[in-house]
């Protein structure tokens, strides 16, 4: 109602406002509702300058948009939609300066998801390595997990069984249940369970490759 009557007013602090009900909305699950409410907030933010009153929206403010925009639009149409792809791209453009790096995880993380998704293998493993980049500039981190999976995941995707095993079991011992159990919102999963998950995948997968081109049983 807030973010309603600042848009009726033309006042640029409804684009904040529909963003906090969007995200209120992600958080109690409410995806389809939250995608209108982004939409809105993101709507509001496009129009040309002089539209609205007020100061400014901050570049934060409409990077989180993005950024919720397209953890909604997973749940409501999936990782490899256009949508979605596009929600997370022009947030990856929005962070070009902004030093945070769970911002700048979670944006790569949603671009790898959809390339993943999509069998787009050459991308997704160009952003897997992107998340690892990341990691590495800040060892022991938040998020550590998040990227290790994702390049385990791809490293199984290729048929690369070694380097998949390397990259989840660093996962696992990087996983802090502690630190990361909250992370589970933002990025649609608990990694620790995921990582374990394909970390267990990884040797059968080898197994049948190796059977399939005579080897061992």
């Known amino acids: 109602m807030v973010a309603y009557h600042f848009a009726q007013a033309g006042l640029s602090d409804a684009v904040d406002w529909w963003g906090k009900a ?23 933010a496009d129009q040309p300058a002089g539209k609205m009153a007020g100061d400014p929206v901050p570049v934060a403010t409409l990077l989180k948009l993005q950024i919720d925009s397209g953890q909604a639009l997973i ?62 500039r800040r060892p022991g981190g938040i998020g550590e997990a998040v990227a290790l999976r994702a390049k385990g995941g791809t490293c199984w995707f290729a048929a690369d069984y070694a380097g998949a095993k390397a990259h989840l079991d660093r996962a696992v011992e990087a996983y802090d249940e502690t630190r990361d159990a909250a992370l589970s919102h933002r990025f649609w999963q608990d990694v620790g369970v995921s990582s374990m998950a394909a970390q267990a995948i990884g040797p059968v997968a080898a197994w049948r490759g190796s059977s399939a081109l005579g080897g061992g049983r």
């Open 22 to 44: 969007g995200d209120l909305a992600l958080r109690r699950g409410a995806y389809a509702e939250a995608v209108r409410q982004l939409r809105k907030g993101i709507d509001l």
């Open 75 to 136: 749940q409501t149409l999936g990782w490899s939609a256009p949508q979605t792809s596009a929600a997370f791209a022009r947030a990856r453009e929005l962070a070009i300066g902004i030093e945070d790096p769970l911002e700048r995880l979670t944006i790569y993380y949603g671009i790898w998801t959809g390339s993943f998704a999509r069998g787009e293998l050459a991308a997704a493993r160009m952003t897997a390595d992107a998340l690892i980049e990341e990691i590495e």
